[in-house]
């Protein structure tokens, strides 16, 4: 097959398809927080952050905030139960929440209706924007899926890293046994990582 003579307007036809197929729509969150909400492909997915500070857990537990910014160890936000942390604890920036393991894992944390996307949920949605090398580009903030994501980076046992640089959201198996961490760098290189629970991410559902 020859190569296109024209690979610009190829690139404009395959850009303006994914908008015209992309969806607008809104989901209430369980505190009342109204979120965006976009459709790719055959998946419906938040186009923003979550930031819910309250969710039914296992075993009554409850989720409650820790301060990001420390680091090591004994930082509370690594101790095993659910929390959720903000950008340099500060709640008023449109960023949505950092959650650990424990909270997507433990309690029902997106809307009615949504859930935590698996691994296979981001696969799916990568591929349908064109796999690893083109999906970066249009799942950043600006581009033409609607997904509008973020470089706000994640936190780790030494504090919050790659601000500007990469976007992190959390992934889980199909079974739940297995975490990943989805990282979209500020190149529009995807990594997809199996993650331990030293780490905060950011979530987005994604529509049962």
């Known amino acids: 097959m020859k190569p296109s003579p024209f690979p610009f307007l190829c690139t404009l ?14 989901v209430k969150g369980k505190s009342g927080t109204e979120y965006s909400t976009i459709t790719i492909g055959s998946q419906v997915w938040m186009a923003e952050n979550l930031r819910e500070e309250e969710a039914s857990c296992e075993e009554s537990k409850k989720i409650s905030f820790a301060n990001g910014s420390e680091s090591g160890a004994d930082a509370v936000f690594y101790d095993g139960q659910p929390h959720f942390a903000y950008h340099q604890n500060r709640p008023e920036l449109e960023f949505g929440a950092l959650y650990n393991l424990s909270a997507i894992r433990q309690c029902a944390v997106c809307p009615e209706g949504y859930r935590v996307p698996t691994k296979a ?5 990568i591929e349908h924007l064109g796999g690893l090398s083109e999906a ?24 919050p890293v790659l601000e500007n640089k990469a976007g992190s959201w959390w992934a889980l198996a199909a079974d739940g046994e297995k975490a990943y961490t989805i990282e979209l760098k500020a190149d529009k290189t995807i990594q997809l990582i199996e993650q331990d629970d030293k780490v905060g991410n950011y979530v987005r559902c994604i529509k049962e």
């Open 13 to 26: 036809v395959l850009a303006a398809s994914l908008s015209l197929s992309a969806q607008k729509g809104t």
């Open 136 to 159: 970066g580009a249009q799942l950043k903030r600006g581009g033409s899926s609607g997904f509008s994501a973020d470089m706000m980076g994640r936190l780790e046992l030494n504090g």
């Open 121 to 125: 949920d981001w696969e799916a949605l």
